[in-house]
Each structure stands twice: as C-alpha cells, then as structure tokens.
C-alpha cells in the first residue's frame, strides 16, 4: 500500500483504509459486523435481565408514556392492544433514531484515544454504533411484528412484510448517514448534548406513535410535525406495517433517497474525518 | 515507486489549531475545511521536514517533548493529516503509539484481543489462529478470560505488545512503548525487536532512553522546534541529542563552546590486548577512554557510566579515582583530573567483568570540578553510547543479567600527551606533586 499527500493546500491524504473506498467497502462491513457482533454480545453482560432488556425497555417506555400521554388526552376506558402494539412498534424506531443520534454526538470524543493513537479506520464507529444498536432493534422488531400479525388480522401479510424489508434497509442506511453527521455536529456544537434529548420527548408527545389522527392537533404542532424527519420516519414505518392508512407510501423511492444522502454523508465523513484528529 | 518497507518524507508541514476558546475555535477548524479562508490561529509543530528510510533500517527520532516527534509518527502512520507535503509508505504498517489503548474494560482479555485486532486490520479466521500464540507470548494464559479491569498495568502492556507483535507488518512504528512494563517483558519486547531488527524490517521508534537508541538504531533523526537538526549515525545523533538538553538546561553557548571542540572516545581490551566488542563474564578487561582538546580547559570532573542497554539499569560509575561512585572509594587522590591541548587518556583496569550476560553502554560525563557529595552533573556535558559491550556467559546454564554496582578495579591510569602550554605545564606540576604527596602517606 503507498500512501501520498500532495497538495499544499488541501492535501489528498488517507486514513487508514478510508482512501481505496470502493475495493476495502467489504473488508469494511466484514469489520463492522464483526465489532458490532463483539460488543452487542459484550453489551448485555452488565446487568441481572441481560437479554431481556431488549424486549423490556421498549415495552416499558410505550407502555410508560402511553399512561402518561393518555391521561394528558384525558383518555378513558382500556386501551385495545392493537394500540398498545402499535406503540410499542412506533416507540421502537423513534427511540432507535433518537439513541443514534445521542450516541453519536459525543462518539468521536469518547473515542478518542483510540482515534489518535491507533491506525484504523475511524469511520466505522459511528456504524459499528448504528449497527449494535440495529441488531438489538431487529430483535424487538421481530419480536412486534410477529405479535402485530398473529394479534391483528392482515389480508395482505406477505405485501407489507416486503415493505417492511424495504424499510429495515432504509432505516439502517439512514441511520448510518445520521450518524456520520451527527457525530461531526457533535464535535462542533457539543452543547446539542443538553438540548436534544427534552427536545426529542417533546417530539415524540407529538408524533404519530401517540397521535394517529394528525388532524386533532393544532395547526401549529402539526406544522411542527410535518417537518419533523423522525415523524416522518414513523408514518412511513405505520404505513409499511398498516397501522395506519393514509402516509408516506414510498419505500422505494425513500430507498433511493436515502442511498443517495447516504453516499453524500460518506463524503462529508470522509473529507472531515480527516482533521478531526487534530481537533480533538 | 517505493520499495517495500520504505518510507519518505517531502516537505512535510502540520500545524494544530491553537484554541483560544476551545469550542468556538474548534467549530471554526471544522468549518475551515470548507471555508479555507476561515482559519484559525495555528501552531506549526513539523515545518518543512523531509527525510527517508530505507527498508531493514532502524531509525530512532529523538527530542525534546513538543520537538514533533509524536506528530512525525502519527503523520506516517496516517493517524493525522498534513497541513502540506508529501508522505510516502510502501508496506503493511504497524503503529503502537500507546500501550492498552483500545482495550475495552468490561471485555475479556480474550475479547480484547478480537476487539483490537480486527481494529488493526486483521481478519478474523487470521486473528483466531493467531490468539493461542499472543496469550502464550503475553505469558496471560491464567488471566486471559477475565474482565480486563481486573488486570495490572503491567498484564495490560504485555496483552497490547503481544498483540502488536502478531500483526504481520513491513514497518513497525514504536513511541515510547517500551517504558512500560517490568524489565522481564521489557527483556522479551527487545528480544522481538531483535528479530523484527533481522528479519530485514522496517522500525522507526522515538525514545528518550538514550541506551534503548544505541542499542537499537542504525540512524538517528534528531527533531527541535519542528525542524530536522541532525539526520546520521547514532553516536552524533546523540551527541546533538545531548547538547540540545545540556542547553536547554544550561542554556548556554559558553558550555558548548567549552566541551563542543572535545573528542570522546572509549575502547575496551580483553587480556591479550586485542580491542573487544565482546567480553566473557570473568574475563579481565581494560577500559580505555581518550579525551582530545585543541586547547586546555582545566581540572574537570570525569565519570564513566555503564548501563545495562536492554533492561535500562544503571550498573555502574567509573571514575579516575574513585573506583566506584557508589562503592568503595579508591586509594588514589582526588576525583578531578586535567584536561589540556592534545590526548588525555584514563585507563580503567578490571580484574575480572562482574556484571550479568547481556548489552552494556559506556557514557562519559566531563564537567568542571564538584563537590562528590552533592555532585552537580548540570554543568557538564555528557558523551552518550560512546562506545558498546555484549557480555555473554560461556556456560549456558548461567544465563541471565545481574547488576554490579561495585565494580572490581585493580588499577586507573592517566596518561597524556599534550601540546604544551604554561597552564598544562603548571597543572601538571600540581597534580604530580598532590599524587607523590598521596603515595608518601600510603607508604
């Protein structure tokens, strides 16, 4: 391997493997799967439940805030379990999104002994992160919609379980491209630390996981709403598993939406990743 | 096109943000790479450096802390990127800039291994075949499935160079790394060195053990405030090495004014006389150092030092006089001698070599007269690896290093030949008259 800077101004320089994209992509994903697998056995190891944290945290977080939301709605009665599956199926990707997003604020300062000292491709991280958290999320997933299908009668099971393949692949190459860019945001504004995460509990209050009928709120919140990517990512979730009927029905044009912004974040991470080693 | 295991540096120029207010100047550094125009302040801390390596060379770059050393290795390595210039390398390169870091606490020392090694670009069916081997080398075969946190510092130092070891690499880049750890596995770290060293590969190190460096280094790059001061053979690379410190300590031109015109040399000889690089434990020797000023500079305090190279121990202080600085005190006179225009030599007489097998370093120190219970050695200038020793065991059942502080000495000669000068003339008057003064109430 020769590596070269030229330039006097902006020198073409390579980190690690970062350099020879296309040719090392597969030694990458090798070495993300293999990390991933490492640390989301390793994760677990800390507590009494272990495993069962994974399908517990979720349904006690829809379940928790399905309490609390409702009583703020002024609901009566016994919620149905169709709705408490949907919940707990809409909460599972927010909290997913919002657990990347924090994670990868700070993931570039956490890390960095091991950026400044040891030569290995850096830019993993963040998907190494994505990806633990998306095998502990596929788990859930799994473990939802399977109760969604037997619980709820579905016509169409074999359509939405397509779509719900298409929309695992987007959501995790979105998550990937997040995470590039939070990561670097993070770097710059490590205040976003403090700010996001009642940001985000306000959000999800207000998201379709607890609002499936938009059209209740004011005129405002739903404008909020409408611009907020995290809504928009659970309605294109509802409506690939039909919890709700009208959405973004789109999977294959958000597929190519997202490959394209995911090849732009790789950029950006790759042109940054580069001085952030003398930043840190 | 480079050969393998070669490195070369052209130009090469980096500088650090300077942080005035750290978030806002960070933030500025991010945007400036859009934004060139928008810069922060900058420190420059390589400027201008070029050099190259050639494959199987081992080279030691020394300095003092914030000479750029460390910005040197981490450039090459790729773990920074230049502000400009060019940096070539040609071959698998191993970088161990830190010892432990990576290593995750809750994981097992198994897990690390995995962790860390899949970091480092192995693959993993590679690193599998390759474990039994690093556990037996890290000698952790007890320890290795317990949580890391429960492990020594030392167990710690040994899993990391252990690992690092195993990776097949054409260059290895060491920062340092080998001031850790007890002098056991720092015994077996240069023992792979060696083999690294034959096996034709490339090392570049920093180091401020100056024995590790003469030990190790066939080239010595010596960087100050940015800048390559020094790029040759060991022995001057140390000496510059040595005189940027005695400067930074003394500060002073006079000093090197004083002792830059000197020539150390030091040569030891076996019993029949011949010159020896080698010497067998028990053998007699005669240790020779010559000193050649071009003008006199008067009474000076002189000390020889031997280090034991590989486990970094002091063995022991030879002086004209005094035998042993921390042993017995010699029968001859005083602890000064003079040094005029033309060759002073000191000959040290040693019955029998006392210290264990293994690789000894001879440094000189010359500085002006001081008091021998609270010796001042800042004034002075120290001559470093002047000259080496292997010392070996004829039986193999007697392997193994020892410290002898005391040191056998049977007799110390000085002699001159000295361009002749009214102070010399004097000096050496006064000197003869102290020592027949000594002999008369020995008698």
Redesign the interface.
Known sequence: MTRRSNSSVAPEYEIGWIGDEMINLSKMARLVLNLAWIEFKAQRKDTFLGWGWIVLWPALQAGGLLLVVGTLRGDTGVTSLRTMIATYLGVLVWSTAVGVIMGNLGILQTHREMIVHIRFPFIVLPVVDVTVKYLVFLTQLFIGVGLWLLLVPHATWGLMLVDVLVFVVVFYLALIATAWIVSLLGLAAPDLSFILPPVFLLLLTLSPVFHSDQGVLSPLVYYVNSLNPLSFVVSSWYAAIDIHESGPQLPWVLLIGTVVVLAAAYKLAMVMYREVAKVL | ??MPGAIEVHDL?VE??LYRHV?LD??R???G?FF?AWRPHVRRVLDRISFSIQPGETVALVGRNGAGKTSLL?VI?????????????????M?L??MG??F?P??TGR?NL???G????L??QQLLKLVPGIIEFAELEAAIDQPFFTYSSGMKARLAFALAAAVPFDIVILDETLAVGDSKFVTKCYRRLREIEKSGKTILMVSHQLGEIARLASRVIVLEGGKIVYNGNVLGGLRVYEDILADAVVGGANRSDRYGPLLVGLNVYNDRGEEATHVRVGEPVRVEMTIRSPHDIGDQFVVLRLTDIERGHLCSYLMPSRWDILGQQGAAGHDNIFIGAGETKVTWEIPHWVTGEGFYSFDVYLGPPTDIATIDLSQGHFWTAVSKLAVRYDNEWLRGGSTALEFPISGVHVSRDYIVSDMAVGKLREQEQVAGGQSRAAD
Do not use: H
């Open positions: 096109m480079l120029v650090y943000p978030i960070r933030f550094a991010l945007l790479i060139l981490k390595s790729g773990l920074l990127s230049p502000t400009a210039g060019n940096v070539c390398v040609n071959g698998q390169l970088a800039l830190a870091i990576g995750r809750a994981f897990e995995v962790y860390c899949l970091l480092l670009g693959e993993k």
